[in-house]
């Protein structure tokens, strides 16, 4: 059992077969005992992403509405999510200050922060955050993450 902070580029990768579906699926997985922690605002990015695919012509409407089901089934039933509050934010801040992110993605690391130390705290084991986004995997490399990117598995 392991816990994982993953961003919404990871998090899509259960729902869309693309590179690295079949690690992170079999890694969030029930049957894994892994816990997966992502913010409230990963389901606003995969909405996005979901309907990018459409656009792109590399979902069909029908597949859509079956990914939704799946989505709003497993969302917040098999992820433990941090809420957009004011502590998240102003990190959030200070993450932008520090490093070149765009916004939901400093909130992200916002998120995996402030979980972080909610589960040292608690005596929890190490938080590892996923992302296939270099530039947001290096920001929390240098918040001290160990980090993994889907789209090398």
């Given at each position: ?41 990963s389901l606003v990015e995969l909405?996005?992403?979901?309907n990018r695919c459409i656009r ?98």
């Open positions: 059992m392991a816990f994982y902070y993953a961003d919404s580029s990871a998090l899509v990768k259960r729902h869309v077969a693309e590179t690295g579906s079949a690690w992170f699926t079999a890694l969030a997985d029930p049957s894994a005992h892994n816990t997966i922690i992502t913010a409230q605002i909405y996005s992403a979901l792109e012509r590399t979902l069909t409407q029908a597949d859509y509405a079956l990914v939704m089901i799946d989505l709003d089934l497993i969302f917040n039933s098999q992820y433990a999510i941090v809420p957009l509050s004011q502590t998240v934010i102003g990190e959030t801040r200070g993450l932008l200050e520090r490093h070149p992110l765009r916004a939901y993605d400093a909130a992200q690391l916002a998120s995996a922060i402030y979980s972080r130390s909610e589960m040292k705290a608690a005596g929890a084991s190490p938080l590892v955050f996923l992302s296939a986004d270099a530039r947001l995997l290096t920001a929390a490399q240098a918040e001290g993450f160990a980090t993994d990117d889907p789209n090398l598995h």
